[in-house]
């Protein structure tokens, strides 16, 4: 492992590769100004180190803010993993998940990591078996399991409040909402948002899974070309990151986007030209971060009572910096980042 100095003003960046097993990642850590960082470990076919480093660095910085805003005691870090096909034997990927335990470990409880995009509670278990900085084991193993269910949770509570911001209406009766990705976070949004009676409309690179989605929960499925550019009220980008683009803004005919994933716009400025558009960008660490309120609290010591507790302020939170944006005219996500900065900055002090 070799650390290095990045542009993003991270702690520490270590890249692996084990001889053994051929699992190779990265582990990006943002900040431990609050606690230890905590994060997701990804696994996705990146084009390259390069590719998966950047997302290491871009993933690790929004870990930092979420769980800074969240109110948590811990900082910002994610794992990412480069699948190069080697996973998918179920022998080969448990030892690989060993050796990345044996990585974590050797951080010395700096990094704590949990389930994310392309790994699953089970994943965790051989993660376990190298180190104790784990969280999101299968509930039988006593851990909290996916985490999904309680991010999709906060999504909706986000979606709720700026659709209140933005009309005044107290429910999400008739209000369209597209998600975009129905992995697992999407198609648990898509089932809270037919539960408060919103026309909801699917989409996802796996077309049967869009329309299996569909027919469980009494949506219409979408192709994902041109998705953007459908007529709805709320866009929730509930895939993987950088999927909303300035060149993009004048297609969109959305008045909201509140969504899962993490770093759905392609830049700050991004959400600048989005107000401009008179569109209301929800910051996605406000609007995503019941997840890692859920598997947090096997770190932070908190009971079920506890996090839900914690969700519930994490919504009202959000409902609270749209509001202050709102009164003072600037964009939520310099309002969110400020406030995220500043409890920071009080901790270093």
Request: aromatic share 4%; glycine share 12%.
């Amino acid at each position: 492992m070799s650390t290095i100095d990045t542009e993003f003003e991270h702690e520490q960046v270590e890249l692996f590769c084990d001889a053994a097993t051929g699992a190779t990642g990265i582990v990006a850590i943002h900040s431990t100004a609050l606690g230890p960082a905590m994060g997701g470990l990804r696994l996705a076919a990146y084009a390259g180190l390069t590719a998966a480093t950047t997302d290491a660095l871009r993933l690790s910085r929004a870990m930092t803010l979420k769980n800074a805003a969240a109110g948590l005691d811990l900082g910002g870090g994610k794992a990412v993993l480069l699948d190069d096909g080697g996973w998918a034997d179920a022998d080969a990927r448990a030892a690989r998940m060993r050796a990345v335990g044996a990585v974590i470990e050797r951080l010395g409880g700096r990094f704590v990591t949990a389930e994310d995009v392309g790994t699953t509670p089970e994943d965790m278990t051989g993660i376990a078996e190298a180190t104790r900085h784990v969280a999101g084991q299968p509930v039988e193993r006593g851990g909290r399991g996916d985490p999904s269910p309680w991010t999709a949770r906060t999504v909706a509570g986000a979606i709720a409040a700026a659709v209140r911001q933005q009309d005044g209406a107290e429910t999400l009766a008739g209000v369209r909402i597209g998600v975009l990705g129905v992995g697992h976070v999407g198609r648990h949004v898509v089932a809270l948002m037919r539960e408060q009676g919103a026309d909801v409309l699917v989409a996802d690179l796996d077309t049967s899974r869009a329309q299996d989605v569909a027919e469980r929960y009494g949506a219409e499925a979408a192709p994902v070309a041109g998705f953007l550019a459908l007529e709805m009220d709320v866009l929730a980008p509930c895939a993987l990151g950088e999927t909303i683009h300035a060149e993009h803004i004048g297609d969109l005919r959305c008045r909201v986007i509140a969504g899962a994933a993490n770093n759905p716009l392609a830049g700050p400025d991004t959400a600048h030209a989005l107000a401009g558009a008179g569109i209301l960008y929800v910051p996605d660490f406000l609007a995503n971060c019941g997840g890692i309120i859920h598997v947090g609290a096997e770190v932070l010591g908190f009971d079920d009572a506890e996090v839900e507790r914690r969700i519930g302020v994490a919504v009202d939170h959000t409902a609270t910096v749209l509001e202050q944006a709102a009164v003072s005219g600037a964009v939520p996500l310099d309002v969110a980042v400020a406030e995220a900065r500043a409890r920071i900055a009080g901790a270093r002090r």
